[in-house]
């Protein structure tokens, strides 16, 4: 599943440069951050010349073209930022930017938030390398913590940068790259900090009109159709893993009174919980005859990723870790209120401007005052 956005990093080197870091291990943090975004930085050029370039490949040229269609029609038709941002384009050679680290306390689904001076509070740890980020997971792990670590092909940094098109995510199909330009601008446009949920609805309601309109002037029947499946079967494993999401925090709750010797007993409850999860997750597979493009996601058998659009080998990326209340978090943080910007839109007839409107007021509110009125439209 490509969002776990669908999962995205801000780049806190604002924060850094203004000396606001205390203990060694957040200057660590802090550095990475910097030297990793600033080697994407170093690595992109513009997209223009990329395409003239005669050594670009074919394949490549294309993609960075269609590309640069999508990001056009980002700023002329959903009136999102009209910046450099997804106007150069950077090859990593490496099949994600970076790879979040998501935790939750071992009964709870509640990710511990991680706070920054910029960005506020975060529900993850963005790294630059893979190795780094298993280091923190297993440093988490080893405090109790269910932990998660998911691979990011975009981020935004809220148009601090003018972030890149990279190979990370360009070789997936034109709709998917589309729906990521238009996502990640929408972080430029509207982003409260400390509000992870919000932000993240907020941007997949945007997408999804983004995309909609995207594929009726841009595409053809066939087309539609392939992403008209695969939407719907995001929305069926977003919804699955949902409720399960809802199952497991009512269990924590009911027995948050269990004593330490009922804990083996606890821990039980939730195993077999998880284990109704992957039976089900088997089940939705076979209505979709087969279909398993969230194996990894699910800690099963690995898949294989192209790496650059413009060459034929691959790379393997291993399955992340089986199911745990940190995938769950991960993944409902996306689609938390995304059905109240789905009314917003529908109750102006989307009117992108009306509902961008909408969610400025909502995001000026304090943040419980702001989620009252979100449960209200839901």
Partial sequence: MHRTGTRRVVILVMAAAAGLLSGCSTISYYAQALGGHMDVMRLARPVVEAIADPATPPALRDKLARAQEARDFASREL???????????????RPFVVWNVIAT??????????????????????WYSEARANDDARERRAQGFDVRVGGV???STLGWFDDPLLNTFLAFADAEVARLVFHELSHQLLYVKGDTAFNESFAVAVEEEGVRRWLERRADSAERDRYAQFAERRGQFVELIGRYRERLQGYYRDTASFTPLQLDERRNGKAALFAELDRDYERLKLSWGGFGGYDRIMGKAPVTTMVTPAVTTTTTVTPVAAPNNALLAAIVTYSEWLPAFRHLLAKHNGDLAALYGEARRLAAMDRPAR????????
């Avoid at 009136?79 to 050679?93: E, I, M």
């Avoid at 306390?105 to 740890?125: D, L, Q």
């Fill in 153 to 155: 092909p975009a981020y």
């Fill in 105 to 126: 306390p071992e009964f709870s689904v509640e990710p511990v938030e991680a706070c920054f001076p910029i960005a506020g509070c975060v529900a993850y740890r963005g």
């Fill in 79 to 93: 009136h999102l930022p009209d910046n450099g941002s997804y106007r150069r384009y950077a090859d990593l050679g």
């Fill in 371 to 378: 989620e009252r009125a979100l449960r209200d439209l839901m």
